[in-house]
């Protein structure tokens, strides 16, 4: 496994070229594009080709763009405006390099049922996945371990995933809401390796699942989170690509990009280097 920087780190502290600049500059040769610092970048006039050249100069490789958001649940214009965003960020996907979009369940979605929830979403998330297919492009699927998203457990998320049965869609596993919605570690065990995409790795205090804010998501290694275990997991499993970095807390929001960026590389090394899969 290797590091990757994850643009929310730095959310409003840096454009999408400097994070790019200073991540290279700080180790990393992998990068997650933020969705908003990516459309900010192109509506300040940019190309995507300006954007591949960049990456390129820089000799770091985008991962994934993070993320569409309420996949589920949506009817009508409201799911043809998803569908067309999802062809909008499969094109810049494809033509920086990048093979990964990330995509998050309903934050609305009207029952909380669990099979509701499953056939509702795998049913929007078939209809995308041929969409991103048109691009040669993967959807991960990232469950949240916070109250309000209707896909917070590992195993709803991979129960959706397994009924979608596409080869380019998968999972996003993210340490801090593995924890934060009650996942254990061993739950990975139940998915194989080339059905997880992308992980993200943050920390948290030691609180009851579905309790945590997402502003108490800091650096790894400073919470209580399961990490290690995870990380061994995810490798026993095959995993062996990108741990992008993404943290929340409010003082590393605030910090200066040039003071944080390195800091992210050097927690994230650390955790891979603690877990033995770096």
Not at 86 to 110: N, Q
Not at 156 to 167: K, M, S, T
């Amino acid at each position: 496994m290797f590091p990757c920087y994850n643009m929310a780190t730095t959310m409003s502290g840096a454009t999408l070229e400097e994070d790019i600049i200073l991540a290279a500059g700080a180790g990393f040769r992998h990068i997650e594009l933020r969705k908003e610092k990516l459309l900010n970048y192109l509506q300040r006039g940019h190309s995507t080709e300006e954007l591949k050249r960049l990456l390129e100069e820089k000799n770091i490789k985008p991962v994934c763009i993070n993320a569409l958001s309420d996949v589920g649940f949506n009817k009508g214009q409201a799911r043809l405006t998803v569908q067309e965003l999802c062809h909008m960020l499969c094109y810049v996907g494809r033509s920086v390099g990048c093979p990964d979009l990330e995509v998050i369940a309903s934050f609305r979605a009207p029952t909380d049922d669990y099979e509701t929830v499953a056939a509702e979403t795998a049913d929007a998330l078939t209809a995308l996945g041929k969409i991103a297919a048109e691009y040669h492009m993967r959807l991960a699927l990232e469950y949240m371990g916070v109250p309000k998203c209707s896909v917070r457990t590992f195993a709803h998320a991979l129960d959706i995933v397994n009924r979608v049965g596409r080869d380019n869609v998968g999972l996003l596993s993210d340490t801090w809401h593995h924890f934060a919605g009650g996942s254990k570690p061993e739950d990975i065990l139940n998915a194989r390796g080339d059905q997880i995409f992308v992980v993200h790795v943050g920390d948290a205090p030691d609180k009851a699942p579905l309790t945590l804010r997402r502003s108490e998501c800091v650096f790894p290694g400073d919470g209580a989170a399961p990490i290690a275990e995870m990380l061994r997991a995810l490798r026993q499993i095959g995993y062996d690509g990108a741990v992008s970095v993404e943290v929340f807390d409010e003082a590393v929001q605030a910090m200066r990009p040039e003071e944080c960026i390195p800091l992210a590389y050097q927690k994230t090394a650390a955790a891979l280097k603690a877990a033995g899969v770096g």
